[in-house]
């Protein structure tokens, strides 16, 4: 390895941590192929079973998981979905994670209008207001498909981060009209759809790897993130990373990477409420991106 410090702007972590990470898993469920195939989406029961597994199976397998190690995480779900599984979401409140905003059907937000995109945000905000009795802190877009609308309502609605961009490898400050919000950047590297999904329904076909294999990229990313100290957040996803052989594998890895004691583990709103602090108190200094970028088509 080379003594090279890769990240020029590495935020310090609490404790003197080498790294900060969560494993941000985006409970879908079904609401893929009801948004997918509206017409005999509710016809494809295999599909729908695949997807399933996720709220049934995989999350209480999870939720047991983080219990055991003794850490809380984050979920992002669709509405929907919060109220098609409430027993899934249960369990996770009970574990005293983070639940995020998610979308209400994972519609996607680049093909709204403003008020669109407005309408099903506040929609999806009074199912997690009423399920959770806490008004949602963050948000990542269905397919990170952040519009150029997404900063401002986000901002309008006080959320205090977003988790749908892949701008750093370190969290940054988006700045949007009437203020601001932590960017939590993931990539897809990070993400298990091209490892392990493999479905004619979703149109959506990969080589499936191995459990070890598919999960070695994300262990790869890890020690990179710590070594430079930065940000790792996998983007997961109950159905996928949650099925049995797949799963075992990252349970291990996961008390193998907490024994070594200098790694933070947290839900994303205390990431981002970390990052917010240190750069209130003048010990850190985060890049700034205004969003939206660009006014209309570029033209040249
Ligand atoms: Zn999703």
Known sequence: MTGQAMIQNPVPWPN??????CVTFDMDADSLIHLDHPKDGYRRASAISMLQYGPNVAIPRIV???RRLGIRQTFFIPAWCMETYPDAVEAILKGGHEIGQHGYLHENPVHQSREEQAEWMDRSIEVIDRMTGQHPRGWRAPLYNFSNHSAELLIERGFRYDASLMGDDVPYIVDGKGGS???????????????????MDLDYMMPIRSPKTGWEPFVQEFEAAYRHGGLWVPVVHPFATGRLSRWEVVASFLENVLSRGDVWFAPMEEIAAHVE???QNGQYTPRRVAMPQYAGPVTV
């Not at 003197?16 to 990470?21: F, I």
């Not at 993931?186 to 993400?191: A, F, K, N, P, V």
């Open 16 to 21: 003197g941590a080498k790294c900060a990470c």
């Open 277 to 279: 602090k240190v750069t």
């Open 181 to 199: 919000f932590v960017e939590l950047p993931s990539h897809w590297g990070l993400d298990d759809w091209p490892q392990y999904v493999q479905s």
């Open 64 to 66: 047991e998981t983080y």
